[in-house]
C-alpha cells in the first residue's frame, strides 16, 4: 500500500534523530571526522567511530533510505530519484531533496525506549557528560532527574539550562514511548520572572517556603503598617516590604554574585520572620534580630533541604542544617547593611541590627585551601606530559588547556580574572633578568580592582600556539580574549554568537571542566609515575589549585610576600602569610617522615 510506511530492518537498530541529523551534514560535504564527532557516540558500535566507517554508514543508510522514499514517496520524487541514479550510478541527494526522502522515511526512525543508551538520541558531546555523571540509560536520565528537581543539571559538568531545557523538553515529547513520567516541577522558567500563578503565599500558618521571587504576603504580614516604619517622605516608591526588598536588591542587578547572595539572605530573613516570629519584616525589634543570629547555628528542619531548582515546590532555604562560624557573621553584616541602606532612603525608621554584635568568628590556622597546591616536583613532570601533549598535530585542545593551566599556576589568576583576560591589556615590559622577556597582563579581579600581574614567557609561547590553532597570529596586537574556544557548536545559540566573527571567551565555568578534562587524562596517561597521594591530589584539582600553586612555589622560592600579595590580588598582607605557614608546615611534615624512619637506616647513613 502506497501510503503504509515500514521500518528500515537494519542489523542493529532503526535510525535515529542523530542519524538524520549526521546524514544532513554528509550530504552538505562536511567532513567525515567532523561528522563523527558530532553526531556518533560509542552507543552506536561499542567503539568509537572512525571517519571511515561513519562515511560507510550514511552512505549506507542514505541508499536504504532512498528505496523507502521509492517505495512510498510521490512520483514526482520517485522520478527525481531515479534520474539521478540513472546519471550518476546512485541518487545525489541535496538539501531539499533530503528533506522529501526524510519526510517520506519518516516511520524509519527508531522509537525511543527506557534502555535505550543516552548516545542513541542525543549527540556524543551531551551523552559523554551525561555518561560522566554515571547516566547511561534514558531509564537513568529520567530517574536523575526526578531526583534531583528541576536543578538536575548543575550535577552534570558542562550540561547548562538551555541544554538541560532541551534535553526535559524531548523527555516529556516521548514519555508515552519510553514509559516513563518526567515529575511536573522539573522546571527551566527564568527564576526571576515568576507569574502571578506561580506565587505562593506565606502566612504563619505556612507549611510551605518559596523563594523572594514566588512570595506573596497577606496585608498583616506585609509591612505595609509596620511598626518600624518611617513617618517622614520616603525615597523609594515601596508600599511594603517585598517591594523595598527589592528595591534594595536592584542596586546589585549588574552584580551577579552579590546579587545572588544577598539574595539569599534576606529571602531567609523575611521567611524566618513571617513564619517564625510571625511579623513583618519592617515590625522586628533587636531581639527579633537576636534571635535569627541564633536560629543561624542550627535552622529548623522545616528550613533545610537538598539544593533544587527554585521553581521546585521541594526548595528550602538553607541547603545544610547549620551554617559555619564565617557564614553566620556574613548573613549579619548583609542584613545589617540592608536594613542600614532601608533606613537612608526612609522606609525605615531605625536599624535594630546596629545593636546587635557579630557571631563569634572561628580564627583558623589556614583560611586558604593551600594543601590543595601541587608540590613544584609534581608540577614540572605535569608540565613535561602537558607539553609532550601539545606536540601532536591533534592536540588543539590541549594546547587550550595549557594556557589555562599556565595562567593560573604561573600569574595566579583566578578562574573569573582567567576568562575575562584579553590580549589588548598584555604587553611586553622592559624589565626582566637580561634573559628573559617579561609580560604584563592587566586583570580585573575580586570588588572590581585592577591589578598587574606578571605573564611568564612559557606562558607567551603557548599563547602563541594557541592563537596560532585560532588561525590568528598573537603578535600582530588583535585585539581579543587570550583564551577562546577552538571548534565552534553547530547549534543555533553557538551560531548566533559567534556571528560577527568575533572569538568569545570561554565562560568561567568552562574553566573548571578543562581542567577536570586535564587531570583525567593526567592521571591516565602518568599513572605509572604517580603515587597513591598524588592521583588523589590530581583528581581532586579545581582551577583555584594552580592558584594555591603559585602562591606555595613564589612562597618556597622566596620571593618577597608584598609581591606575591600585589600579584595574588590579596587585599590583606596576613592572607598571603599563610603561603609562607603552607611552606614551614611541608617542611615540618618532611622532618616527621624523617623521624619515623628506622633507627637502623639512620645509624647506616651516619656511617
Not at 563523527?36 to 566507517?53: C, I, Q, V
Not at 546519471?87 to 522509537?111: C, D, N, Y
Not at 538520541?121 to 534514558?138: E, M, Q, S
Not at 521553581?311 to 541547603?319: E, I, N
Request: hydrophobic share 40%; proline share 5%; net charge positive.
Amino acid at each position: 500500500m502506497a501510503n503504509q510506511a515500514r521500518p528500515v530492518t537494519k542489523s542493529r537498530a532503526s535510525y535515529t534523530r542523530n542519524h538524520f541529523a549526521a546524514l544532513r551534514a554528509f550530504v552538505q560535504r562536511v567532513p567525515a571526522a567532523t561528522i563523527a564527532r558530532l553526531y556518533f557516540s560509542e552507543d552506536e558500535n561499542g567503539n568509537e567511530a572512525t571517519p571511515g566507517w561513519v562515511e560507510s554508514y550514511l552512505r549506507r543508510m542514505q541508499a536504504e533510505l532512498v528505496d523507502l522514499a521509492l517505495e512510498h514517496g510521490s512520483s514526482v520524487l520517485a522520478d527525481h530519484l531515479k534520474a539521478s541514479a540513472k546519471a550518476h550510478g546512485s541518487a545525489r541527494l541535496t538539501a531539499v531533496t533530503l528533506k522529501m526522502v526524510e519526510q517520506a522515511a519518516l516511520l524509519a526512525v527508531a522509537k525511543p525506549e527506557a534502555s535505550h543508551g543516552v548516545g542513541l538520541w542525543f549527540r556524543p558531546l551531551v551523552a559523554r557528560r551525561l555518561n560522566d555523571a554515571g547516566i547511561r540509560t534514558l531509564a537513568e536520565l529520567v530517574d536523575f532527574c526526578n531526583r534531583r528537581g528541576g536543578s538536575w543539571w548543575r550535577a552534570v559538568p558542562r550540561i547548562g539550562p538551555g541544554r538541560a531545557r532541551h534535553i526535559v523538553s524531548w523527555l516529556r515529547q516521548n514519555e508515552a514511548l519510553i514509559g516513563l513520567h518526567i515529575a511536573t516541577d522539573i522546571s527551566l522558567d527564568d527564576p526571576f520572572s515568576a507569574p502571578d500563578s506561580a506565587l505562593i503565599t506565606i502566612d504563619t500558618d505556612s507549611s510551605v517556603l518559596a523563594p523572594l521571587e514566588r512570595v506573596r504576603l497577606p496585608g498583616e504580614l506585609s509591612g505595609e503598617s509596620g511598626l518600624n516604619r518611617h513617618a517622614s517622605f520616603p525615597y523609594i516608591t515601596a508600599h511594603n516590604d517585598l517591594e523595598a526588598v527589592r528595591a534594595y536588591l536592584h542596586r546589585y542587578r549588574e552584580q551577579p554574585k552579590t546579587l545572588r547572595a544577598y539574595t539569599k539572605e534576606l529571602e531567609r530573613f523575611l521567611l524566618w520572620a513571617v513564619t517564625v516570629r510571625r511579623k513583618p519584616l519592617s515590625s522586628l525589634l533587636a531581639d527579633d534580630c537576636e534571635a535569627y543570629r541564633d536560629f543561624l547555628k542550627a535552622p529548623s528542619p522545616a528550613f533545610v533541604g537538598s539544593r533544587q531548582s527554585r521553581a521546585s515546590g521541594r526548595w528550602r532555604p538553607f541547603s545544610e542544617s547549620g551554617l559555619s562560624s564565617e557564614s553566620q557573621r556574613y548573613a549579619v553584616r548583609a542584613l545589617r547593611a540592608a536594613f542600614a541602606w532601608l533606613v537612608d532612603v526612609r522606609y525605615l525608621a531605625g536599624n535594630p541590627w546596629t545593636v546587635v554584635s557579630d557571631p563569634i568568628r572561628i580564627v583558623r590556622e589556614s583560611e586558604l585551601h593551600v594543601e590543595r597546591a601541587l608540590p613544584a616536583i609534581l608540577w614540572e613532570r605535569m608540565r613535561g606530559f602537558i607539553d609532550d601533549q601539545c606536540l601532536r598535530e591533534d592536540a588543539r585542545y590541549w594546547r587550550s588547556v595549557r594556557v589555562a593551566l599556565l595562567l593560573g599556576a604561573d600569574s595566579g589568576l583566578r578562574r573569573e580574572e582567567l576568562a575575562s583576560a584579553r590580549r589588548e591589556r598584555l604587553a611586553p615590559t622592559p624589565h626582566g633578568d637580561g634573559v628573559e622577556v617579561v609580560w604584563q597582563l592587566l586583570v580585573i579581579g575580586k570588588r572590581k580592582k585592577e591589578r598587574t600581574v606578571p605573564v611568564s614567557p612559557a606562558t607567551i609561547a603557548a599563547l602563541t600556539a594557541h592563537w596560532r590553532d585560532r588561525g590568528e597570529d598573537f603578535h600582530s596586537g588583535t585585539a581579543g580574549p587570550l583564551l577562546a574556544p577552538i571548534f565552534i557548536p553547530p547549534g543555533k545559540e553557538a551560531q548566533k554568537k559567534h556571528a560577527d566573527g568575533a572569538p568569545l571567551a570561554y565562560h568561567a565555568d568552562t574553566i573548571n571542566f578543562m581542567v577536570e578534562w586535564a587531570m583525567k587524562r593526567l592521571i591516565a596517561g602518568m599513572a605509572s609515575t604517580l603515587s597513591v597521594e598524588e592521583i588523589k591530589l590530581l583528581s581532586g584539582t579545581s582551577p583555584h589549585a594552580f592558584r594555591h600553586t603559585f602562591g606555595t612555589l613564589a612562597a618556597a622560592e622566596e620571593v618577597p610576600l608584598d609581591v606575591v600579595q600585589k600579584i595574588l590580588g590579596h587585599a590583606s598582607l596576613q592572607t598571603t602569610s599563610i603561603y609562607v605557614q603552607a611552606e614551614k608546615q611541608r617542611m615540618l611534615r618532611e622532618a616527621a617522615s624523617f623521624y619515623r624512619r628506622p633507627k637502623s637506616d639512620k645509624a647506616g647513613e651516619e656511617g
